[in-house]
């Protein structure tokens, strides 16, 4: 009996030992702060490697400051700041890779975050100091991540179409028109220059500047007939069609001097611009009060002013170019030459000299287009 005893108390105690063991493995395993927060964290990455990187950045924001100082606080640092860069945190996202550039000289991912950072327009500068070598952003890039799948040699153009497209939607136009251009050579015969061709084409649209507009909607059209936009940029089009044919209905057209005015024409195709100026000039002197051909002077100071770098002599250009248009004024008053006249006091900063004429075409012509575009002007 006294055996038997025995051996059930020392199966008792081996039993209580194992229990024992196993609750303390137990609490080592599931509930130590480290491994809950390297669980975590590795709970995040696969998150983000499946493109889920809103789920990715929740977890990551609660778990960034414990990493403060520890080993993994780079590369939690690193994957925190794409996870808001890819859900279109950028102020953040640009915080935290400073944070992690300033804090961590040696990490080992520098390309790759100097790169999201010039992504960001953010990018960091370096200064040389006595023999050290001088630390500059690689213009040339090499390798990162590609923006929704594989690692690319120029996957930084990949990045800077997801914040162009980000800025775009946020209605940010400007900004986005400055981003597709950098880019837009870059996706040129690719299949993501449909996007680029069209959102640039719309915000130069959003921005009243509807000479761009139609160049990047006419190039959508050129490369992309059947594309995924073509009944938004088939509409903008004819719609935009009676502004672009602004003298066609006006009556002016029997006064046309079709002798001279050819003159003229063949001149500026001979790449004589200026000497056609000067001849226009001279036939206005002979006929000031011809309104076909203030039209006509008006149209290659416009050209002028576009071709021209100079910003000084581009206002020059628009302030002769009103002149004209608002000596037409005394013959003929059309809705056509109340937009060209609007555009040029709005390009020119005069505001409240455009609202006039805003107003005027919205009195004539509230439903057409350039009434539309009046409109918005007038709703600012």
Same mark, same amino acid.
């Given at each position: 009996?006294?055996?038997?005893?025995?051996?059930?108390?020392?199966?008792?105690?081996?039993? @209580?030992?194992?229990?024992?063991?196993?609750?303390?493995?137990?609490?080592? #395993?599931?509930?130590?702060?480290?491994?809950?927060?390297?669980? %975590?964290?590795?709970?995040?990455?696969?998150? /983000?490697?499946? $493109?889920?990187?809103?789920?990715?950045?929740?977890?990551?924001?609660?778990?960034?400051?414990?990493?403060?100082?520890?080993?993994?606080?780079?590369?939690?640092?690193? *994957?925190?700041?794409?996870?808001?860069?890819?859900?279109?945190?950028?102020?953040?996202?640009?915080?935290?890779?400073?944070?992690?550039?300033?804090?961590?000289?040696?990490?080992?991912?520098?390309?790759?975050?100097?790169?999201?950072?010039?992504?960001?327009?953010?990018?960091?500068?370096? $200064?040389?100091?006595?023999?050290? %070598?001088?630390?500059? @952003?690689?213009?040339? @890039?090499?390798?990162?991540?590609?923006?929704?799948?594989?690692?690319?040699?120029?996957?930084?153009?990949?990045?800077?179409?997801?914040?162009?497209?980000?800025?775009?939607?946020?209605? %940010?136009?400007?900004?986005?028109?400055?981003?597709?251009?950098?880019?837009?050579? /870059? @996706?040129?015969?690719?299949? *993501?220059?449909?996007?680029?061709?069209?959102?640039?084409?719309?915000?130069?649209?959003?921005?009243?500047?509807? $000479?761009?507009?139609?160049?990047?909607?006419?190039?959508?059209?050129?490369?992309?007939?059947?594309?995924?936009?073509?009944?938004?940029?088939?509409?903008?089009?004819?719609?935009?069609?009676? #502004?672009?044919?602004?003298?066609? +209905?006006?009556?002016?057209?029997?006064?046309?001097?079709?002798?001279?005015?050819?003159?003229?024409?063949?001149?500026?195709?001979?790449? /004589?611009?200026?000497?056609?100026?000067?001849?226009?000039?001279?036939?206005?002197?002979?006929?000031?009060?011809?309104?076909?051909?203030?039209?006509? #002077?008006?149209?290659?100071?416009?050209?002028?002013?576009? #071709?021209?770098?100079?910003?000084?002599?581009?206002?020059?250009?628009?302030?002769? %170019?009103? $002149?004209?248009?608002?000596?037409?004024? +005394?013959?003929?008053?059309?809705?056509?030459?109340?937009?060209?006249?609007?555009?040029?006091?709005?390009?020119?900063?005069?505001?409240?000299?455009?609202? *006039?004429?805003? *107003?005027?075409?919205?009195?004539?012509?509230?439903?057409?287009?350039?009434?539309?575009?009046?409109?918005?002007?007038?709703?600012?």
């Amino acid at each position: 009996m006294k055996k038997y005893l025995s051996i059930a108390i020392l199966l008792y105690i081996l039993l @209580f030992s194992l229990n024992s063991f196993s609750i303390e493995l137990e609490k080592t #395993i599931y509930n130590g702060d480290d491994y809950y927060f390297i669980h %975590e964290f590795e709970r995040a990455q696969k998150y /983000f490697d499946a $493109e889920d990187y809103e789920k990715a950045n929740d977890i990551y924001n609660d778990i960034y400051l414990y990493f403060s100082n520890r080993d993994q606080e780079p590369e939690v640092l690193f *994957q925190y700041g794409k996870s808001l860069f890819k859900t279109g945190k950028f102020s953040e996202a640009t915080r935290i890779f400073k944070k992690l550039d300033k804090k961590y000289k040696d990490f080992k991912k520098k390309d790759e975050l100097y790169k999201l950072l010039e992504a960001l327009n953010e990018a960091p500068t370096r $200064e040389k100091k006595d023999s050290e %070598e001088t630390i500059i @952003f690689p213009k040339a @890039f090499i390798e990162m991540e590609e923006a929704n799948k594989n690692k690319n040699t120029n996957a930084d153009k990949y990045e800077k179409l997801e914040v162009a497209k980000y800025r775009f939607k946020n209605k %940010e136009y400007k900004k986005a028109i400055e981003l597709f251009k950098e880019i837009e050579g /870059f @996706f040129e015969g690719k299949q *993501q220059a449909e996007d680029i061709y069209y959102m640039t084409g719309k915000s130069f649209y959003e921005l009243k500047n509807i $000479e761009d507009a139609v160049k990047y909607y006419k190039k959508y059209q050129n490369f992309f007939r059947f594309g995924k936009y073509q009944n938004q940029v088939n509409k903008t089009l004819n719609d935009l069609n009676e #502004i672009q044919q602004t003298f066609s +209905n006006i009556q002016l057209a029997k006064e046309y001097d079709r002798l001279n005015i050819k003159k003229i024409d063949a001149m500026v195709e001979a790449g /004589f611009l200026d000497k056609a100026i000067i001849s226009m000039k001279k036939m206005i002197e002979l006929d000031p009060a011809n309104p076909v051909y203030h039209f006509k #002077i008006a149209s290659l100071y416009n050209m002028k002013k576009n #071709i021209t770098g100079n910003k000084y002599w581009t206002v020059n250009y628009a302030e002769d %170019e009103l $002149e004209h248009y608002l000596k037409i004024l +005394n013959k003929v008053e059309t809705p056509e030459i109340f937009y060209n006249i609007a555009k040029l006091y709005q390009d020119l900063g005069e505001h409240e000299q455009a609202l *006039q004429y805003w *107003q005027k075409i919205y009195d004539k012509v509230p439903n057409t287009t350039i009434g539309k575009v009046a409109k918005s002007f007038l709703n600012k």
